[in-house]
C-alpha cells in the first residue's frame, strides 16, 4: 500500500522580498513542464558516502528496476507498447521540431511516457490528441513501413483518434461491468462475474487456509483456444518473460555483492520470478519483511493492485533505496511505541490487535525509481499487502525523504497558499510546521494505520471489493490524523506542540473537500483511492460537525475558502469514523463500506468544483509532478575491476524516455 503527496501544491508563503529568489530556486528542480504535469529531477544524498559493495548493489537493483518498464506499459493496455514505439519512430525520424501539429504530438507522446501508456495515471481516461488525423496519417506514411510498422495502422488512428474507444483504463462505475469496461490489460475475453465466480471458487477452495496466497495477483485471465478460462502466469517462460530473464539476470548480479540475509532474500524472489508460484512470493515476502538491518533495501515486483477494478492483478513496479540515518530516528520512535497506540485506537476493541508484531519503519533515499512507481511516485509504502503475512510477520513501511524534498522545493514560491489558505494563523502554522506534519503523517499512515487492527472470525478481507483501497487508505488516514492530534506525541518528542497536528488538519480539509478537485476534469466523478479516501473523511467530517460548526465554509470577495473552528472536535470526529470505517473492515460489510463511499467520496458539487479548477489556472501550477531518475555508471580501472559508481542528474525528461526505450525494451510490442 502506498501513500502519495496529499497536497497538491505545498509550499512555504512567498514572500514580496524573497519571491524572486524562490523562483530561481523552483526552477532549478523542474526539468519539464506540459500539460497537467510537472517533471522534477530528485538528488540522492549520502550515495557517495556508502561502501563499493552497497554501490554496486543499488548499481544492479537499479538495472533490475529499469528492465521491468514495458511490463507496465502492456499491463496498462494491451496496445500501448506498439502505439509508443510507433510514436518514438515517427518522433526520432523526423527532423522537424517546430509547427502546431508537430508540438502537439510531441506534447501527446511526453504524456504517454509520464503515464505508461495512453490512459491518465490518474483520472485513467485516455488522453484526447490535439494533432489533426490527417497530419498524423501523413507522418505514418512517411516515417512507418513493413520493418518498423507494431500494427495495423487503422486500429492504430481508432484507438488514438476515437473518444469512445477504450476510452478508461479503469471503470469502476456502479452497474456496468467493470471488467469490459475498463481498457486495462489484466483480463482479456472474460466478464465481470465470470471473473468473480473464478476467483471466489479459488478462495473457497482454499478455505480454512491460515496462509492464503494472494489469488490471482501475478497472471493476466483469460481464455485459451478451447475457450476454457485460465491464468496466463507471469514469470520466467510465461508471459512477460523476456523482461523478466532480464530482471532475474540483474538480481542475480546483485546477489553476488549483497550480504548474506539479502542474498538470500534475492535468492528467494528469483525462485518466484521463476516459478510463478505464489507461495513462493510469500514465502519472499516472509524473508524480506523480517529483514530490518540492511542499509540497502528494494522493492521489485507485482505489487499494487490498485489498476485492477476488482483488486485481484498487481501492477510491476520497482524502488531502490538506502537508509536515512538521521530521519530515522523519528520512525523508531514510533516504532517503539507502536503497542501503545494500538492499545489506545478508538475501536472496538475486538478489532485490535493484541500483540502488533514487526513494526519497522524507516526513513529512506530512493535511488531509482520503476515501474508503476515512475515518473510518478509515492512518498510513503508499506508492504507486503498480504494480510497473514503483515499479522504473522509484520510489514515494512517507509517515507520518501529525497521525493518530499523534492516536492517541497519546488513548491516554494509559488502562492498557492496565499490562494486557498484564508486564516492568517492558519498559514503561519503551515509554513511553519508544514513539512514535518506531512511527513509524520506519511509515517503514521504507513507504518502505524495500515499495520493497524484485525479482522473478525471468518472475515477474508475481499469482502469489500471495489470499496476496499478506499476504505483502507481512508483507515490508514483516520488514524494518522487521530494520533498526530494526540498530546502523546508531544510527550515521546515527536512533535514540540500540537500546532503540528493542526497545521496537517487544517491542509487535509482543506484538500480533501476542495483543492484535490483541480485534479479532476469538469463533469467526471472522484474515481482514484486515495482522492476517494481524503474526500470522504474531509465531507463526512463537515457534516457530522455542521451543528457545531467545526468545519466552516466562508466567502471572502467571491471566493469560497474552508476553514477549521475547532480543532480539538475535528480530531474526535476522526476517531469515531476510524471506528466505523474499522468495523467495516473487520466485519467486511460491504454494504456500510459501498454506502460510505457513495455517499461522500465520489460526487463533485459542479460550481466549486470550477471555482477551484480557475483558481488553479490562474496561478499556473500544475496539479502533477513526477520524476527523471538518476544515472549510475560503473568505474573501473586497468583490469577492468570495479572501484566505484558515479551518479549522474540527467536533467532531459525526453532523453531520458528515448533512453529507456531503446536500452531497456525487451518485450513484444503485442503479448
Ligand atoms: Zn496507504
Same mark, same amino acid.
Given at each position: 500500500?502506498?501513500?502519495? &503527496?496529499g497536497i497538491i501544491a505545498f509550499g512555504a508563503l512567498a514572500l514580496t522580498a524573497c519571491g524572486e529568489a524562490e523562483k530561481q530556486q523552483e526552477a532549478s528542480w523542474v526539468v519539464d513542464r506540459?500539460?497537467?504535469?510537472k517533471v522534477l529531477r530528485y538528488e540522492v544524498p549520502g550515495f557517495e558516502e556508502l561502501t563499493l559493495e552497497e554501490k554496486e548493489l543499488i548499481y544492479s537493483l537499479s538495472e533490475a528496476a529499469k528492465c521491468g518498464r514495458d511490463i507496465l506499459w502492456d499491463q496498462n493496455f494491451k496496445y500501448n507498447l506498439a502505439i509508443r514505439r510507433t510514436l518514438e519512430s515517427i518522433y526520432t525520424a523526423s527532423d522537424v521540431r517546430e509547427g502546431e501539429e508537430f508540438v502537439a504530438f510531441e506534447k501527446y507522446l511526453k504524456k504517454l511516457w509520464f503515464a505508461n501508456g495512453i490512459h491518465h495515471h490518474y483520472s485513467n481516461d485516455k488522453f484526447k490528441p490535439?494533432?489533426?488525423?490527417?497530419?498524423? /496519417?501523413?507522418? &505514418?506514411?512517411?516515417? #512507418?513501413?513493413?520493418?518498423? /510498422?507494431?500494427?495495423?495502422?487503422? &486500429?492504430l488512428c481508432q484507438i488514438i483518434f476515437d473518444p469512445t474507444l477504450y476510452a478508461s483504463r479503469l471503470n469502476r462505475s456502479e452497474g456496468v461491468d467493470v471488467i469490459k469496461a475498463s481498457a486495462g490489460n489484466y483480463y482479456e475475453g472474460v466478464s465481470q462475474a465470470e471473473v468473480e465466480a473464478f476467483y471466489t471458487a479459488m478462495a473457497e477452495a482454499d478455505k480454512g487456509n491460515p496462509e492464503p496466497i494472494s489469488y490471482g495477483l501475478n497472471s493476466k485471465l483469460m481464455r485459451d483456444?478451447? *475457450?476454457n478460462i485460465f491464468e496466463n502466469v507471469w514469470k520466467v517462460g510465461g508471459m512477460y518473460s523476456a523482461a523478466i530473464e532480464q530482471i532475474v539476470f540483474w538480481l542475480e548480479k546483485a546477489a553476488t555483492v549483497a550480504n548474506p540475509t539479502q542474498k538470500e532474500i534475492i535468492d528467494a524472489l528469483v525462485k518466484y520470478y521463476r516459478s510463478g508460484d505464489l507461495k513462493d512470493f510469500d514465502a519472499y515476502n516472509v524473508l524480506w519483511v523480517k529483514d530490518s538491518a540492511s542499509n540497502v533495501d528494494f522493492v521489485n515486483g507485482f505489487?499494487?493492485? $490498485? *489498476?485492477d477494478p476488482l483488486g485481484h492483478k498487481s501492477s510491476w513496479e520497482a524502488v531502490v533505496n538506502f537508509r536515512d540515518e538521521e530521519a530515522c530516528h523519528r520512525t523508531e520512535i514510533m516504532a517503539a511505541n507502536a503497542q501503545w497506540f494500538e492499545d489506545n485506537a478508538p475501536i472496538n476493541p475486538a478489532y485490535r490487535k493484541e500483540e502488533v508484531k514487526g513494526v519497522s519503519a524507516k526513513v529512506i533515499t530512493v535511488a531509482m525509481l520503476g515501474g508503476d512507481c515512475f515518473p510518478s511516485t509515492a512518498i510513503g509504502i508499506n508492504l507486503p499487502n498480504a494480510d497473514w503475512i503483515r499479522k504473522e510477520h509484520g510489514s515494512k513501511s517507509v517515507t520518501i525523504d529525497n521525493i518530499t524534498y523534492a516536492y517541497d522545493k519546488a513548491a516554494q514560491g509559488n502562492g498557492f497558499m496565499e490562494e486557498f489558505v484564508l486564516r492568517a494563523e492558519d498559514r503561519e502554522r503551515l509554513k511553519k510546521y508544514g513539512k514535518l506534519s506531512d511527513d509524520l503523517h506519511t509515517d503514521l499512515h504507513e507504518c502505524l494505520g495500515h499495520g493497524s487492527g484485525q479482522l473478525a472470525e471468518g472475515v477474508s478481507g475481499n469482502e469489500l471489493r471495489t470499496y476496499s483501497s478506499t476504505l483502507e487508505e481512508a483507515r490508514a488516514d483516520l488514524?494518522?490524523?487521530y494520533y498526530l492530534g494526540d498530546e502523546k506525541l508531544v510527550e515521546i518528542g515527536l512533535i514540540p506542540t500540537l500546532d503540528v497536528a493542526w497545521a496537517q488538519y487544517a491542509d487535509y480539509i482543506m484538500n480533501g473537500i476542495m483543492t484535490q478537485l483541480s485534479r479532476i476534469e469538469p463533469g467526471k466523478t472522484v474515481e482514484e483511492d486515495h482522492m476517494r479516501n481524503r474526500k470522504l473523511i474531509a465531507e463526512w467530517c463537515y457534516e457530522k460537525g455542521k451543528e457545531e460548526n467545526v468545519i466552516e465554509w466562508i466567502t471572502e470577495n467571491g471566493k469560497k475558502y474552508v476553514v477549521i473552528n475547532d480543532f480539538e472536535r475535528l480530531r474526535e470526529l476522526f476517531g469515531e469514523l476510524l471506528c466505523e470505517v474499522q /468495523? #467495516?473492515?473487520?466485519? *467486511?460489510?460491504?454494504?456500510? *463500506?459501498? @454506502? &460510505?463511499?457513495? @455517499? $461522500?467520496?465520489?460526487?463533485?458539487?459542479?460550481e466549486l468544483h470550477a471555482e477551484v479548477i480557475a483558481r488553479n489556472e490562474a496561478l499556473k501550477i500544475e496539479p502533477y509532478s513526477g520524476f527523471v531518475n538518476p544515472d549510475y555508471e560503473l568505474v573501473t580501472d586497468a583490469e577492468g575491476n570495479v572501484t566505484d559508481v558515479k551518479i549522474i542528474y540527467p536533467t532531459n525528461f525526453v532523453e531520458q524516455h528515448l533512453e529507456y526505450g531503446k536500452e531497456y525494451s525487451f518485450l513484444p510490442s503485442l503479448n
Open positions: 500500500m502506498k501513500k502519495f &503527496l506540459f500539460d497537467d504535469i490535439e494533432f489533426t488525423e490527417e497530419w498524423f /496519417r501523413e507522418q &505514418l506514411a512517411q516515417y #512507418i513501413n513493413d520493418e518498423n /510498422r507494431q500494427m495495423d495502422d487503422e &486500429l483456444t478451447e *475457450g505489487i499494487e493492485n $490498485y *489498476g488514524f494518522a490524523l /468495523r #467495516i473492515k473487520s466485519e *467486511g460489510d460491504y454494504e456500510a *463500506g459501498k @454506502a &460510505l463511499v457513495e @455517499a $461522500y467520496a465520489v460526487q463533485v458539487d459542479p
